[in-house]
């Protein structure tokens, strides 16, 4: 699920009815195949998982992304990803970094997935992560 507001996904992806589509669509696979499922091994058998790409600026609108999912259905378990990297912006990135010898492996401001998690709302089960 990217975007909650169609002004948003306008802005970003040039959709702006992706929301309520994307709603329709997560619904349907949510009903169908239920939420993720996980066998003894730790890995997926059946079910959903959503992925949520947290943009910079943007969490107001993954607050909507995640209320959104909880009105499909709660139990579907949600990875929020805060690698954004402005590829576009690459090779100054890349110049900025080297001139100043740092080798960055998170964003400013990054914290671990359990706090960024309960910043926007969420709780993790007690036995997150899966034991391997």
């Keep these: 699920m990217k975007y909650a507001d169609g002004r948003r996904a306008w802005a ?4 702006p009815r992706y929301p309520a589509a994307n709603r329709r669509a997560v619904a349907e696979m949510v009903r169908q195949a239920g939420p993720l499922q996980v066998g003894a091994d730790g890995l997926a058998r059946r ?12 969490l107001a609108d993954t607050r909507a992304v995640l209320a959104a999912l909880r009105q499909i259905d709660p ?6 990803m805060y690698q954004y990297f402005p590829a576009h912006r690459a090779s100054a990135t890349r110049s900025t970094a080297a001139a100043s010898g740092a080798r960055r492996r998170s964003p400013p401001g990054a914290r671990s997935r359990g706090s ?5 709302g969420c709780r993790l089960p007690p ?5 391997a």
């Design 12 to 15: 970003l992806s040039r959709a």
């Design 116 to 120: 960024a998690s309960r910043r926007v």
């Design 127 to 131: 036995d997150f992560p899966p034991a």
């Design 47 to 58: 079910g959903v998982l959503v992925r949520h790409l947290v943009v910079p600026g943007g």
């Design 75 to 80: 139990r579907v378990p949600v990875s929020l």
